[in-house]
Nanobody, 118 residues
Framework: QVQLVESGGGLVQPGGSLRLSCAAS????????MGWYRQAPGKQRELVAI???????NYADFVKGRFFISRDNAKKTVYLEMNSLKPEDTAVYYC????????????WGQGTQVTVSS
């Protein structure tokens, strides 16, 4: 299993930028698919972006062109670069690790709060 710790959240003004980090420890990391999800108060958790072990990426329509996911396998870390932030981006952002074949070896981080407000 992989343990995940998110960081980098905070308060930013509309139009600003923020970079989130998700640090992994434990089992091998490089072949896992990693994802960023978010959940706003009273809303369902939704997928934001994913990146495979081969660094192929996919994004939700509401963040395309604004958010960028990347990974550094040497540091066992995945990043989410967020630009042109909007108030509706306010949510708790969660990191998820997905094993290519064994679901039980996947895991979630505890989340980091992102608040976009003037």
């Amino acid at each position: 299993q992989v343990q995940l710790v998110e960081s980098g959240g905070g308060l930013v003004q509309p139009g600003g930028s923020l970079r989130l980090s998700c640090a992994a420890s434990g089992n091998p990391f490089s072949f896992y698919t990693m994802g960023w999800y978010r959940q706003a108060p009273g809303k369902q958790r939704e997928l934001v972006a994913i990146i495979t072990g081969a660094s192929s990426t996919n994004y939700a329509d509401f963040v395309k062109g604004r958010f960028f996911i990347s990974r550094d396998n040497a540091k066992k870390t995945v990043y989410l670069e967020m630009n042109s932030l909007k108030p509706e981006d306010t949510a708790v952002y969660y990191c998820k690790a997905m094993h290519p074949t064994l679901t039980a070896l996947g895991s979630w981080g505890q989340g980091t709060q992102v608040t976009v407000s003037s």
